[in-house]
């Protein structure tokens, strides 16, 4: 195993280990034994398979946030903006398929409102990339001014005929948009939770863009230019593209996040859907560390510790798997910079 490797894989178990302390200590507080309650999350969530589908439910858009947020970082950006790319995707996706006529075929209806989250997200991501590429402006500052706008945007959509009237969601869509549920495609033991075909689309995109990344050569350009612009734009590789683009690919992938609870779930978009998952994709890049199963494994994680935190709220509050997060990101970053120095001085010692 490489240092970087190594070094990445001890600082992830030591946020791992200090998130389980801390969930420790705060269970402890509560007055409550943290032993019994960690086996109640266990079991509420891998122990029984309507919580292994809610867990996998929980973890699809956390995947699919995570693959874009990666993707930027991939090459020197940092999207802040998937909360609001994913909103206005949902709100888009969501009327395109409730606007199709009765009965309109899957093989149609499908690629539609796939093709509207796509666009939509990328749409959103249009305005950072291009003042990144063009300007210069930094991406954190705009991705979270385009936040800001998305909500605006989406309630006034909402408000101004996109809605039922009287309520915040949308109508529903025609039966042949909804994504299919996992336990009608044969998996019988997953019946009740909310898992849908999302999952198997999140887990192709994953691939496809690690794929990209690695082979094509727009892809290996792409995380050059976030290796190092100024090299780049001495070897004529066009930098200000690589970057737009990789900034609309990012908001692209982050808007299919919302095809999950709009279309896998609820079959229709309503204010709020999705919140949270723009946000918690940035956890799921940093402790997936840009390999593929890093990232499935990081949106597993976080999955859990959502529908846990549903699972122990009797006995504690589920804010607490919500501190146990914060501390396991906290805790990652921090060893990763402390672990990478001692394994540098370590080679330096043998070396002298």
């Known amino acids: 195993m490489s240092p970087q490797r190594r070094a990445a894989l001890l600082a992830t178990v030591a946020g791992i280990a200090a998130g389980w302390l801390a969930f420790a200590l705060l269970v402890w507080a509560y007055g409550e034994s943290p032993r019994e309650i960690a086996g109640q999350l266990v079991m509420g969530t891998w122990g029984m398979p309507y919580g292994v589908g809610q867990v996998l439910y929980k973890a699809t858009p956390l995947l699919l946030t995570g693959v874009a947020v990666d993707l930027a970082l991939r090459a020197g950006l940092f999207n802040i903006g998937a909360e609001g790319q994913l909103a206005v995707a949902g709100l888009v996706a969501a009327s395109v398929g409730a606007s199709l006529p009765?009965?309109?075929?899957?093989?149609?209806?499908?690629?539609?409102?796939?093709?509207?989250?796509?666009?939509?997200?990328?749409?959103?991501?249009?305005?950072?990339?291009?003042?990144?590429?063009?300007?210069?402006?930094?991406?954190?500052?705009?991705?979270?001014?385009?936040?800001?706008?998305?909500?605006?945007?989406?309630?006034?959509?909402?408000?101004?005929?996109?809605?039922?009237?009287?309520?915040v969601r949308t109508p529903d869509v025609v039966q042949g948009a909804r994504l299919p549920r996992l336990e009608a495609l044969g998996l019988a033991s997953l019946h009740g939770s909310a898992v849908s075909l999302a999952l198997p689309l999140a887990l192709v995109v994953a691939v496809l863009v690690?794929?990209?990344?690695?082979?094509?050569?727009?892809?290996?350009?792409?995380?050059?230019?976030?290796?190092?612009?100024?090299?780049?734009?001495?070897?004529?590789?066009?930098?200000?593209?690589?970057?737009?683009?990789?900034?609309?690919?990012?908001?692209?992938?982050?808007?299919?996040?919302?095809?999950?609870?709009?279309?896998?779930?609820?079959?229709y978009y309503e204010s709020g859907m999705?919140?949270?998952?723009?946000?918690?994709?940035?956890?799921?890049?940093?402790?997936?560390?840009?390999?593929?199963?890093?990232?499935?494994?990081?949106?597993?994680?976080?999955?859990?510790?959502?529908?846990?935190?549903?699972?122990?709220?009797?006995?504690?509050?589920?804010?607490?798997?919500?501190?146990?997060?914060?501390?396991?990101?906290?805790?990652?970053?921090?060893?990763?910079?402390?672990?990478?120095?001692?394994?540098?001085?370590?080679?330096?010692?043998?070396?002298?």
């Open 102 to 167: 009765m009965g309109t075929s899957a093989w149609l209806a499908l690629p539609s409102v796939v093709a509207a989250a796509l666009l939509a997200g990328g749409a959103w991501a249009l305005i950072p990339a291009v003042l990144r590429a063009r300007f210069g402006a930094h991406e954190v500052i705009s991705t979270i001014m385009m936040n800001r706008i998305a909500d605006a945007a989406v309630g006034m959509g909402l408000a101004r005929g996109l809605a039922v009237p009287g309520t």
């Open 210 to 267: 690690a794929g990209w990344l690695a082979r094509s050569r727009i892809g290996r350009e792409t995380i050059l230019v976030g290796l190092s612009p100024s090299a780049c734009a001495a070897e004529r590789i066009p930098v200000a593209r690589r970057i737009g683009g990789a900034l609309v690919l990012s908001g692209a992938i982050a808007g299919l996040a919302a095809l999950a609870p709009a279309l896998g779930y609820k079959g």
């Open 274 to 352: 999705g919140a949270g998952a723009g946000f918690g994709g940035i956890a799921v890049a940093f402790l997936g560390r840009g390999h593929p199963v890093g990232l499935v494994l990081a949106a597993l994680l976080f999955g859990t510790l959502e529908q846990g935190g549903l699972v122990i709220n009797a006995r504690v509050p589920m804010e607490v798997t919500t501190v146990l997060q914060g501390v396991v990101i906290v805790a990652v970053a921090l060893a990763d910079s402390r672990v990478r120095a001692a394994l540098s001085l370590s080679r330096r010692r043998v070396a002298a």
